[in-house]
């Protein structure tokens, strides 16, 4: 029989902060194809790396942010904390830029099909992630599936431009709780 391993809080952490970069790094391609296929890759790909680099090296800051907290006083602990929340926040902000930047596009494109086609717009088509009904009916014309195809590839880049904008925020906020537990224990240490 194995022996228990024995696992810290803050090991955990770590290892769900490994998790979302590879998860950061799949959404990241699943977006650089689909703008491929849309803009040949000149549309959102340089965002899309930019911001997964930045989010990279904010959980590595993180992570050098706790292991420095062993050897320094807690005022410097504290001090680059700050830092770091400064930093999430400015990721934050441009992962909402993100949003806001690459969603009309996507609109665009598909009011543009629906023109050709001389198709309506689904009132759904720029709903919330979880708000747009899923059509169940498919057309009996082509034009109408080729609309169709044309909203699910719509809702399919609005909500992973979501996803990746809320896992960019999900990052940075583990990667502030792990860096604020280890300056609780600095904390800790020099009230002793």
Same mark, same amino acid.
């Given at each position: 029989?194995?022996?228990?391993? =024995?696992?810290?809080? !803050?090991?955990?952490?770590?290892?769900?902060?490994?998790?979302?970069?590879?998860?950061?790094?799949?959404?990241?391609?699943?977006? !650089?194809?689909?703008?491929?296929?849309?803009?040949?890759?000149?549309?959102?790909?340089?965002?899309? $790396?930019?911001?997964?680099?930045?989010?990279?090296?904010?959980?590595?800051?993180?992570?050098?942010?706790? $292991?420095?907290?062993?050897?320094?006083?807690?005022?410097?602990?504290?001090?680059?904390?700050?830092?770091?929340?400064?930093?999430?926040?400015?990721? $934050?902000? =441009?992962?909402?830029?993100?949003?806001?930047?690459?969603?009309?596009?996507?609109?665009?494109?598909? =009011? !543009?099909?629906?023109?050709?086609?001389?198709?309506?717009?689904?009132?759904?088509?720029?709903?919330?992630?979880?708000?747009?009904?899923?059509?169940?009916?498919?057309?009996?014309?082509?034009?109408?599936?080729?609309?169709?195809?044309?909203?699910?590839?719509?809702?399919?880049?609005?909500?992973?431009?979501?996803?990746?904008?809320?896992?960019?925020?999900?990052?940075?906020?583990?990667?502030?709780?792990?860096?604020?537990?280890?300056?609780? $224990?600095?904390? !800790?240490?020099?009230?002793?």
């Amino acid at each position: 029989m194995l022996d228990k391993i =024995e696992v810290s809080q !803050q090991q955990l952490r770590s290892m769900a902060l490994n998790a979302m970069v590879l998860a950061l790094d799949a959404q990241a391609a699943a977006l !650089q194809s689909m703008d491929r296929e849309h803009s040949l890759g000149i549309e959102s790909s340089y965002s899309v $790396k930019s911001l997964l680099g930045k989010a990279k090296d904010f959980v590595q800051s993180a992570a050098e942010l706790v $292991k420095l907290s062993e050897s320094v006083s807690f005022i410097e602990t504290r001090q680059k904390v700050r830092s770091l929340a400064a930093g999430a926040q400015r990721l $934050k902000e =441009e992962a909402e830029e993100f949003i806001t930047n690459t969603n009309p596009k996507a609109n665009s494109r598909y =009011e !543009q099909l629906l023109m050709e086609l001389g198709e309506a717009k689904s009132p759904e088509a720029t709903a919330p992630a979880g708000n747009a009904e899923t059509p169940n009916e498919v057309g009996a014309q082509g034009r109408k599936i080729t609309a169709q195809a044309g909203f699910a590839c719509l809702r399919a880049e609005i909500d992973e431009f979501a996803a990746f904008s809320l896992q960019i925020h999900a990052t940075c906020n583990l990667a502030l709780e792990y860096a604020l537990n280890a300056a609780a $224990k600095s904390a !800790q240490k020099n009230a002793c």
